[in-house]
């Protein structure tokens, strides 16, 4: 068989393999002010899942994700790497976003945010915008409804509420988590075990 041909076969079956696996991120950016320095964090960090049968949206964040590989500059991720944030509310639809011409619409979720083993009510506000699969920021994903729509949110965290506070480097100043072009992936049967593996 002609190798490149090979390669190509080979590299479609990893791609395939990996994404019934796991989950597109979405690029997150982090910061808060640590000893009156603002610090900043940027990766692709988190996870939105929404499931169509009980509309619930999911949004996972793992702040390890962020951490360049230099002490001092991932000194105050250390307090809150070790755990996921989680957020889960119910949407009043079991679709995102209506289709249209460049559509969008912005709509508050009350759900609640699990973070370092506590739970709190939490109201976010987030933005479905449609994009153009001619545009740049589209990805055929083989998803095509989801693959044209992109989501924009912000979730601030209170240090004191999640005991964060209480860690070695003493977080007090609030963290932000911002997404601007955040890929929705669908809630599959496998998506379950993709929790179960990455949400302890």
């Known amino acids: 068989m002609n190798k490149i041909v ?25 910061k808060t002010n640590f000893h009156d320095h603002d610090c900043f964090a940027n990766d692709n960090a988190s996870y939105l899942f929404f499931n ?7 949004i996972v964040v793992d702040f390890a994700k962020c951490k360049v590989g230099h002490d001092t500059i991932d000194a105050w991720l250390d307090d809150i790497d070790e755990n996921k ?41 987030i933005t479905f915008f449609e994009i ?21 949110f912000q979730i601030q ?10 860690k070695l480097h003493k ?9 601007g072009n955040g890929y929705v992936n669908p809630f599959k049967p496998e998506t379950q075990e993709w929790f179960n593996t990455n949400i302890k």
């Open 132 to 152: 153009s699969k001619e545009g740049m920021l589209y990805r055929n994903n083989g998803n095509d409804y989801y693959d044209r729509i992109r989501a924009m």
């Open 52 to 58: 169509e049968q009980t509309r619930e949206l999911s």
């Open 157 to 166: 965290l209170s240090p004191k509420d999640y005991k964060i506070d209480k």
């Open 171 to 179: 977080l007090k100043n609030v963290i932000t988590v911002s997404v």
């Open 85 to 125: 944030l989680l957020f889960t509310g119910v949407l009043d639809s079991d679709k995102l976003l209506e289709l249209t011409n460049s559509n969008s619409k912005t709509i508050k979720i009350n759900g609640k945010i699990k973070f370092n083993n506590i739970s709190i009510s939490k109201e976010i506000e």
């Open 6 to 30: 090979f390669g190509i076969i080979v590299f479609t079956l990893v791609s395939v393999a990996s994404f019934s696996q796991g989950a597109l991120p979405s690029n997150t950016f982090v």
